[in-house]
């Protein structure tokens, strides 16, 4: 039987934003193992007068070189929990897969004949997407029309102007969503796939914010990641909030919040297979975790490694 193969590619030319590859990269790596993908970072330009975002088109060419069954890309800025699971189980060959919503093409985008001959006018972010080799046209580089002609037919929304995204910043997602109409290109949300597999909900595995500066996205990543790293030593409790696992030990709820710290600082270095000096650790708001003791200890039971607690459902 042959083996499966699969790419999982990112975009890093420029020297993008290393603090932030730093908390990402490690994740991404972790994730092609788990799933037994080869990594392929983009770290060249081949269309250096293009917006570095255009360099994702590389792809095209790269999984034909490579000879991937299934190609993965993420941007740069994503973060990928270490229990995200393999997307490619979940899609026929002839499926392809981006992220949590499709947008209305017509409020960003000028419909082409493309887009209206197709009729389903999916606008798409891209800044996840998943295809099997029988539909690397997902990818398909500008051909038929030129970028200055794309460009003119993409229209930033309120929120998206309101930051650094500009129009020619969008020519990924642009480019994507066309490709999709122009080659008939069937689509798929992982939005979709838990509600047809009941999987996990994918926003709790993968973290991505484009509107916000760079030292905004480093301080809310460094938060999701410790976020996940405490709910690996808590449970919710059945009145709300989140108590602490037997294993977080103190004699009052500081010591305990003190005692959770450090061991999520234990995972995250674990997670990341180094230290990053600039984490920024603390407690999640307490509106979200209001982190207390275990009053009844005796109620909690250790079943196949997991905490067990009557009338709570993980």
């Known amino acids: 039987m042959n083996k499966i193969k699969k790419g999982l590619y990112t975009l890093i030319v420029d020297q993008y934003q290393p603090k932030i590859c730093e908390l990402t990269v490690p994740f991404m790596k972790r ?52 229990d995200f699971w393999d997307v490619t189980a979940l899609l026929d060959k002839g499926t392809t897969c981006s992220g949590y919503i499709s947008d209305f093409t017509p409020q960003r985008f000028k419909p082409d004949e493309y887009f209206l001959r197709d009729s389903r006018l999916i606008g798409k972010g891209n ?34 102007e309101g930051t650094l ?24 949300l992982i939005s979709e796939l838990k509600t047809k597999f009941n999987t996990p909900d994918p926003v709790k595995y993968l973290w991505h914010n484009y509107t916000v500066s760079n030292d905004q996205k480093i301080m809310q990543m460094h938060q999701a990641i410790i976020n996940w790293a405490q709910d690996v030593y808590t449970y919710p409790l059945p009145t709300g909030g989140r ?19 450090d061991l999520a600082q234990k995972t995250v270095d674990t997670w990341l297979g180094k230290k990053i000096p600039t984490m920024q650790l603390r407690m999640t708001d307490p509106q979200r975790t ?25």
Not at 40 to 46: D, H
């Open 290 to 314: 209001q982190v207390q003791p275990l009053t009844q200890p005796e109620t909690v039971q250790i079943v196949d490694g997991k905490v067990v607690v009557p009338g709570v459902k993980e």
């Open 31 to 82: 994730y092609a193992e788990k799933i037994g993908a080869e990594f392929y970072p983009i770290t060249e330009r081949k269309f250096p007068k293009l917006p570095p975002v255009y360099e994702k088109f590389q792809v095209y060419e790269l999984s034909k070189l490579h000879k991937n069954d299934w190609n993965i890309f993420f941007d740069a800025d994503v973060l990928i929990h270490p």
């Open 127 to 160: 800044w996840f997407a998943v295809f099997s080799d029988w539909c690397r046209d997902y990818y398909h580089p500008l051909d038929d029309i030129t970028f200055e002609q794309a460009v003119a037919n993409i229209t930033p929304i309120v929120e998206e």
């Open 165 to 188: 995204v500009k129009a020619d910043h969008l020519i990924d997602d642009y480019l994507v969503s066309r490709n999709i109409a122009r080659y008939g290109l069937k689509h798929t």
């Open 243 to 261: 108590g602490f696992k037997p294993i977080i030990k103190g004699k009052t709820v500081e010591e305990m919040q003190d005692n959770l710290v």
